[in-house]
């Protein structure tokens, strides 16, 4: 009995040196909360909730995901530019804006009809927009303003009125094609038009 007596002694005499010794070991008590002692959050402003929403992260996400899209969209996908001059009046006018699709020859070859942006030299930022006429391997001439592909007139319902251009029968190369403006009223000097190759074909006008 007095050896239980004496550890249990011994015991209490080390929980108190402890205590006395380091007194960064004593637990403070907690202070007592009273119903009104909690400082309320505060809730964002009405127009940074909009914006935001309840989930700021999904959000974040979401306008990088926006971000990265566009760059790729705009700066490889579609180019834009802004029409100057009127050789493609009445489709596409003076001031306009449109855009370059790249992406839909590299599904298939531009076609007779399409209206495309043409680079006058590789690396520049100066486009021409035209209406292709003449494929690859085909013989394209002009007689009194109406077009011939191999000898036959072209149809073309896109004109409004033909000017009497005339241009002697050339043979297209196997990567090259004609293009012409639908505006041909305006006289033939004015108006860059004539055989390029494919590479400089930047991409179909997208409407």
């Known amino acids: 009995m007095p050896q239980r007596s004496q550890f249990g002694s011994v015991m209490h005499e080390d929980r108190a040196s402890m ?37 700021p992260k999904r ?25 100057t001059g009127s050789s493609m ?27 495309v942006a043409i680079r006058m030299v590789a690396g520049r930022h100066v486009m021409l927009l035209k209406r292709i006429v003449g494929l690859p391997g085909e013989r394209i001439a002009i007689k009194d303003g109406v077009v011939t592909v191999n000898g036959a007139d072209l149809d073309e319902p896109y004109l409004v009125k033909p000017w009497r251009w005339h241009r002697e029968e ?14 041909r009223r305006m006289p033939q ?7 390029f190759k494919a590479e400089l074909i930047v991409g179909k006008v997208l409407f």
């Open 59 to 83: 959000t974040l996400v979401r306008i990088v995901v926006v971000v990265i899209g566009s760059f790729v969209l705009f700066g490889f996908a579609l180019i834009p530019f802004r029409i």
């Open 19 to 55: 205590s006395l010794t380091d007194p960064q070991k004593r637990s403070a008590p907690d202070a007592p909360r009273t119903p009104g002692s909690e400082v309320p959050a505060v809730p964002p402003p009405p127009w940074l909730a909009a914006v935001i929403g309840r989930r």
């Open 170 to 183: 050339l043979l297209l190369g196997p990567d090259e094609y004609y293009v012409i403006g639908d505006n």
């Open 89 to 115: 009046e009445p489709a596409y006018r003076d001031g306009g804006v449109n855009f370059a699709n790249r992406l839909v020859y590299l599904l298939r070859q531009p076609r007779r009809g399409d209206v």
């Open 189 to 195: 000097s004015a108006h860059d038009f004539g055989k």
